[in-house]
């Protein structure tokens, strides 16, 4: 990769000083043809000038513009806003195209709040993509986001969304914790929020699952930030309060859960047991209904392969009251809410199994 000369950071300045931003010399890599631009402070008195004021930092955010340059002319311009808010989650937004003041026009019709979700003992970040669209508005695509969960006995845990690239596939989710540490949870705990959630399995000292997307852009995109909040909610009451809370406000849902869970393996048994009787049955082989029972298993098998998610042939485990008192391990002898208190009453109940 050949750096970028003085002369040609020069040239790719102006833009951006009209804008309020200012080249971080120390952020920016010449080698990599990458350079960093970070809102202008104000300089005392200058208030009343012409030049735009750059986004607002009144929660303490920290905004910034990265531009990766390309090496040819033919080649598009990337360019992201990266928001840091003091949460601890970080969002960007990209876009690319071949006019720098377009693509600064891009980012500024986007404002930084869209980026952040909270609620009580939860904050999530969401990147996105900007694509260009021939309608009125461009189109803005999820591409992932985070939500940092804080209590003070689980300490901080992370949700992580990853949004696939194609649109008949599933999106990864990911619970973690800040410093690595094991967190014992239940296989059913988001699966309880309908069918579009998975149950989860143990990674390590994680846990994953995924999550299924539903429509086009940008409803797609729409559908999986709420999904993606309503998560957080979920995770941020559940999390705080003991394990066997989970079991008596969620009975019925995790029994839904298991009915779901069941319903491969329930198939299976019925697919062999009329392979058994089909040969029992006094039928013309030259009839259309033998001909239809006898090619139903297999075309049954082959309909399991063609889901976004291949079906799991398990026997679920039946949802039982955990004794425990917290849902990581060492973390304390009593479980407490840590968050706000608010946090028990303002996630919705889950009620589809």
């Known amino acids: 990769m050949t750096p970028m000369t003085h002369h040609e950071i020069l040239r790719l300045v102006a833009p951006f000083t009209r804008r309020g931003l200012r080249l971080d010399t120390v952020a920016s890599d010449r080698q990599a043809r990458r350079l960093v631009f970070v809102p202008q402070p104000p300089a005392p008195g200058a208030e009343d000038t012409d030049t735009p004021t750059p986004p607002a930092d009144r929660s303490g955010e920290r905004i910034t513009i990265v531009l990766d340059a390309p090496e040819t002319a033919e080649a598009p311009w990337r360019l992201a806003r990266v928001l840091d808010d003091p949460a601890g989650v970080t969002a960007r937004l990209e876009t690319e195209g071949r006019d720098l003041d377009a693509l600064l026009d891009r980012l500024d019709a986007v404002a930084p709040e869209r980026h ?3 609620g009580p003992g939860w904050v999530v970040g969401m990147s996105w993509r900007l694509d260009p669209s021939d309608r009125a508005a461009d189109t803005l695509v999820l591409t992932d986001g985070v939500a940092r969960l804080g209590d003070g006995v689980l300490g901080d845990v992370v949700l992580t969304l990853k949004m696939p690239a194609l649109r008949r596939y599933l999106a990864d989710l990911e619970i973690t914790t800040v410093d690595g540490g094991r967190l014992d949870l ?3 705990l988001l699966a309880v929020l309908g069918t579009d959630w998975s ?7 994680k846990w994953i699952g995924t999550l299924k997307p539903h429509g086009r852009e940008p409803g797609r995109s729409r559908a999986a930030e709420a999904a993606l909040t309503t998560t957080a909610a979920h995770l ?3 999390l705080a309060e003991p394990p066997s809370r989970f079991h008596a406000r969620l009975y019925r849902a995790r029994w839904g ?6 319903v491969p393996l329930l198939v299976s048994l019925l697919l062999l047991i009329g392979t058994l009787f089909l040969s029992k049955l006094d039928l013309d082989q030259n009839s259309g209904l033998w001909m239809a029972l006898f090619h139903a298993p297999p075309l049954m098998l082959v309909a399991f392969f063609c889901f976004r998610e291949i079906p799991r042939i398990e026997i679920p485990p039946l949802p039982r009251a955990s004794a425990t008192a917290t849902w990581r391990p060492g973390a304390g002898t009593a479980a407490g809410t840590g968050r706000d208190g608010a946090a028990a009453s303002t996630a919705p109940e889950a009620s589809r199994g």
Not at 199 to 204: F, M, Q, S, V
Not at 257 to 262: S, T
């Open 116 to 118: 952040i979700r909270t």
């Open 186 to 188: 239940t296989e059913d």
């Open 199 to 205: 149950t989860l399995r143990r990674n390590g000292n």
């Open 236 to 238: 941020a009451r559940t």
């Open 257 to 262: 859960v298991v009915l779901r869970r069941a």
